[in-house]
């Protein structure tokens, strides 16, 4: 019979061009001949309801992939697939014979790095790599039940080419195929060969449209000439489409069909197509500017954060469901797994019938979380995990015992350490012990029950696991049982697995749990990749997280490979055709009702922008029309659901005075913390203070105007502020007793220790005497700091600074605890204390400032809402406004982690005044960035005088909600209240 290659504008054009080309053919059963091979079970999902409602006949329809494994088996030589999982399980193995210790993720990377250097035809170019790859290879074909993928493609295409391995069919058509290697790519050719022999009639179906140079490329490789291999709009097919005009079209073995406005069409290899007039996504795939186009249904635009895009198409969804929609006829697209969490808890909270893949994500369900938790236990068992797991077991009294562990500091250990620390804690605080331990014996008891750690069979230590949980969800129970089936055949390419990677596998797997749904089918809708998406043609199409660093994806599909090395694709290439193929399919198809897509414009409060694809589009088309504004979900709705009420009952008043706050729209008011009689404006502020307002300005109005108490909870342990009092006393001390002495190549390093111990024993003792805490925890905690001084113990924080001042590069202290103040920020003064600035070569300063805590991140400091750098510097320059001056946080913290983090200033200055390893690791922030800094704070400046305190719009962890004492008294709004806007 024949080979067509099939060419059309969208998919379901090209699907008709298949219906008129074939005719359905049925056997002497009276079933369909046909078979169909698509790229993903989505498509095939959608694939058959199409062909069902169309003629009702349904052919054999499946995925490429899974055409493949059943064709190996029935052709190879008689071994089972090795899986990526099975693949990444012999990688550990083949390590350990050579003396090396690979984790999970090092094991998937190699064995990922074989996978696609063997696909593509070529080794790493790295020769170390290589080495390894080649070696590897070489003891994964020894394995005696298992074949690896290259091995099993190779085995299937020899078999295909001597006509073996494919079954009799009337027609078989190819559709959707994309990213193959060109491994992949030949065997498909010489199944389309084996088919053709065998009598079958095969149509191999590609997109049609148009490369950067305006040509269309349906018939023609001339995208393969862009100098750019990032033009390229096809690169998702372009090894199947080498492999089919090299090998059927140029031998004559394939016809070329078009299917277009006047039906099918064949043309010539090479040959002109008709003109046919170009639409939007072929201009923005070309890269050339649009006159004047037609968008159809396709809106596009930013949302505050990723929360307010999925509830924007949370109540978009709502809204078309309601309105008699199919949920199949609605599809939401996902670039980047951010947007997993808020989809399942914001889709809930509407009540919307929605799946995940081909199913519901089981990996967070109690009963999963219950079985980790009793894999991972190990010897130092951590106490919350413990308890989380006798919680499940259905043991009384957890919750009480939990709290009291947690009070009393109890963290880890085997449950017989836990009494006396509970009862020490008890007879401190005087709580009522004996209610306490109640519970401790079950608890102690749970622990002989663990799985047995020297088990290596993978469905043993599931059922074992799951014997510990009193009510396990029987769907969930029987996935875990499932997927320790499936590791355990995955475990038989090692022989005899070693027990700890049997349960490190089995914990892995259960991560990526899917439970299939039970019952009756249920129409929901789909929430898939946005790979996912092609091939599917849905009424309502919503894409969500399309911003620069999640959309495209990273290029290399393992840490092994260099960006040099082959990969699977290119992700700008198939990128730009993801959104081509959409953006084709909503212009050439009418049932396509509206296509929506969205980027966030900051996410955890830090500014992003849209893709470059995206941004591509915006730079081409002026006047692109802007996402519908949804209907806002009414706050009774939101009441009445979170209360399970029906529609219209209950709580009438409360419903109705909750709507009256929700209905506002204006301006803020009083209810916001926008004062109408502001208080009197300080002249004068702590730096500290003011970034207090610029992170939340209602706590600034609780704290600072109101002084409501905010004093903490007495604990055993010092008070985090004291404690970095006390630190910054000790290092001024020693500074200022050596008369500012530089460190830096320091000739007596144990005289220098033996003072700074001296100094240190001082400020401690004083600290000792204010008391305040537990001694015994205070007596352990100076112990830790003194350490390595005047004894040969692990280093503490003060030994780890002292070395890392005396290694370092020149640096003279200039001064310690340094005031200053009549910084003029807008309206308002600031004053403040600069820990320490030092003098470089050169001439520039650096100024220091201590952190014993969490050290500010990079967005904090470009955001301005730690203004400590930025208030120092300039404080510094108004002395002396020659001289480059550098700031930087030094973080204290861990002895074994100091570093420098989040510089500013004058890149000379920076670059004289850092070590080359520090500026590598460094965030500079230079003038115009500085100047932007302050204007913010000049800017929040004149809305604090004006007495505006509204609650902050910035994340709860960015604005410190977690550990605010007024948290409970707070006006935060989460929905009204968005990311703030990097302008103002």
């Known amino acids: 019979m024949a080979i067509h290659v099939l060419f059309g504008r969208t998919r379901p054009a090209r699907r008709r061009g298949v219906a008129a080309l074939l005719r359905p053919g049925r056997d002497a059963l009276g079933r369909s001949t046909t078979l169909y091979v698509t790229g993903t079970w989505r498509k095939r999902a959608q694939l058959l309801r199409e062909l069902e409602a169309r003629d009702g006949l349904l052919p054999d329809v499946t995925v490429f992939e899974a055409w493949l494994v059943d064709a190996g088996r ?200 008709p003109a046919a007039a170009p639409d939007l996504a072929d201009d923005l795939a070309g890269g050339r500017p649009c006159g004047a186009p037609g968008f159809g249904p396709i809106r596009l635009g930013p949302m505050p954060d990723p929360r307010a895009e999925v509830e924007r198409v949370a109540r978009r969804l709502r809204r078309i469901l309601e309105d008699g929609a199919d949920p199949r006829d609605c599809l939401v697209a996902l670039p980047s797994a951010l947007y997993d969490p808020l989809v399942a808890e914001i889709f809930a909270e509407h009540d919307l019938p929605w799946e ?20 991972a236990l190990g010897a130092e068992l951590p106490t919350d995990e413990l308890l989380a797991l006798a919680d499940a077991a259905g043991i009384g009294g957890i919750r009480v015992l939990w709290a009291a562990c947690r009070a009393a500091g109890v963290r880890s250990g085997h449950p017989s350490t836990w009494e006396p620390r ?29 799985p047995d750690p020297s088990v290596a069979d993978p469905e043993a230590l599931a ?31 090692l022989g005899d697995p070693e027990p700890e990677i049997a349960r490190e596998a089995l914990v892995a797997a259960l991560d990526g749990l899917v439970v299939e749904r039970a019952g009756p089918e249920v129409a929901r809708v789909p929430v898939v990749g946005l790979r996912e998406r092609v091939g599917l043609t849905p009424r309502h199409t919503f ?198 002495r530089p460190l830096s190549g320091e000739p007596d390093p144990d005289g220098a220790r033996r003072a700074l111990r001296a100094v240190a024993d001082r400020v401690l003792d004083e600290v000792d005497a204010e008391g305040g805490f537990d001694p015994v925890y205070q007596t352990y905690a100076r112990d830790r700091w003194t350490a390595g001084l005047v004894d040969d113990r692990p280093h503490g924080i003060l030994r780890a600074w002292l070395d890392v001042e005396m290694a370092g590069p020149q640096r003279i202290p200039e001064a310690v605890e340094r005031s200053f103040g009549a910084l003029a920020v807008g309206p308002i003064a600031l004053r403040g204390t600069i820990d320490r600035v030092d003098r470089v070569p050169g001439g520039a300063r650096l100024v220091t400032d201590y952190k ?5 991140t990079r967005d904090e400091v470009l955001l301005g809402l730690s203004l400590q750098p930025a208030a120092y510097l300039a404080a510094t320059r108004a002395a002396d406004a020659s001289l480059p001056v550098a ?33 590598r690791s460094a965030t500079p922030l230079d003038d115009r960035g500085l100047a932007e800094v302050l204007g913010r704070a000049a800017a929040a400046a004149e809305r604090l005088v004006t007495g505006a305190f509204p609650p902050s719009p910035h994340p709860p962890e960015r604005a410190g909600c977690p550990t605010c004492p007024y948290r409970t008294i707070c006006r935060r709004d989460e929905e009204r209240h968005a990311a703030p806007d990097d302008t103002d």
Do not use: K
């Open 422 to 450: 509970l009862r020490a804690w008890a007879v401190r605080t005087r709580a009522e012990i004996d209610p306490l331990l109640a519970g401790w014996p079950a608890v102690a008891s749970l622990v002989a029950r663990l």
């Open 852 to 856: 014993t805590g969490r050290t500010p």
């Open 356 to 375: 995940r893949g081909g199913g519901t994500s089981a990996a967070t369900h109690p009963t999963t979380l219950a079985v980790r938790r009793a894999l």
């Open 543 to 740: 894409v969500v997280g399309l911003a620069r660093g999640m959309f495209p994806g990273d290029r290399r599909p393992s840490s092994v490979l260099g960006p040099e090395d082959p990969v699977d694709h290119d992700p700008v290439a198939e990128g730009r055709m993801l959104l081509a193929d959409l953006l084709r399919d909503a212009l050439g198809e009418p049932w396509m009702e509206s296509v929506e897509l969205s980027w966030p414009a900051a996410t955890d409060g830090r500014p992003t922008l849209p893709s470059p694809l995206v941004a591509e589009w915006l730079e081409l088309v002026a006047d692109w029309p802007a996402l519908p504004e949804p209907e806002t979900a009414g706050a009774d709705e939101r009441i009445r659901r979170a209360c399970g009420l029906p529609d219209g009952g209950g709580l009438p008043e409360v419903l109705a005075a909750r709507a009256r706050v929700g209905a506002r729209t204006g301006d803020l008011g009083p209810h916001d913390g926008v004062l109408r009689r502001p208080p009197r404006a300080p002249r004068e502020l702590p730096v500290t203070t003011l970034e207090t307002y610029l992170r939340c300005p209602q706590r600034y109005w609780y704290r600072h105007v109101l002084r409501l108490d905010d004093a903490e909870p007495w604990a055993p342990e010092l008070e985090p502020r004291r404690r970095g009092t006390a630190l910054h006393r000790i290092l001024e001390g020693f500074l200022l007793d050596r008369q500012l």
């Open 74 to 273: 029935r052709c190879g030589d008689g071994r089972a697939p090795l899986s990526r999982r099975a693949a990444a399980l012999a990688t550990r193995r083949w390590a350990a014979e050579r003396g090396v210790v690979l984790d999970a993720a090092e094991a998937r990377a190699l064995a990922d790095a074989e996978r696609v250097t063997a696909a593509w035809g070529r080794p790493p170019r790295d020769p170390a790599v290589a080495a390894r790859v080649a070696d590897l290879r070489a003891w994964l074909d020894r394995l005696p039940r298992h074949a690896r993928e290259g091995r099993r493609l190779h085995l299937l295409l020899g078999a295909l080419e001597r006509g073996e391995g494919v079954r009799a069919h009337g027609a078989v058509v190819l559709d959707d195929l994309h990213g193959l290697s060109p491994l992949a790519a030949r065997v498909c050719v010489a199944a389309c060969r084996a088919w053709s022999a065998a009598g079958a009639e095969v149509v191999l179906s590609f997109g049609l449209g148009r490369d950067r140079g305006g040509v269309e490329v349906g018939q023609a490789l001339g995208f393969e000439e862009a100098d750019d291999r990032e033009d390229r709009v096809f690169e998702t097919t372009r090894a199947l489409r080498t492999a089919v005009f090299d090998e059927l079209v140029a031998s004559g073995e394939a016809t070329l069909l078009r299917y277009g406005e006047g039906g099918l069409l064949e043309v010539e290899p090479g040959a002109t197509l």
């Open 463 to 493: 059922r074992s696991a799951l014997v510990l949980i009193s009510d396990a969800d029987p769907a969930v129970e029987r996935a875990v049982l499932e997927a320790a089936e499936a590791l355990g055949r995955d475990l038989g390419c």
């Open 887 to 919: 700031a930087s946080f030094l973080s204290l913290a861990r002895p074994d982690d100091l570093r420098r983090t989040a510089w500013t200033g004058h890149p000379d200055a920076l670059a004289i005044a850092a070590e080359e390893r520090e500026r």
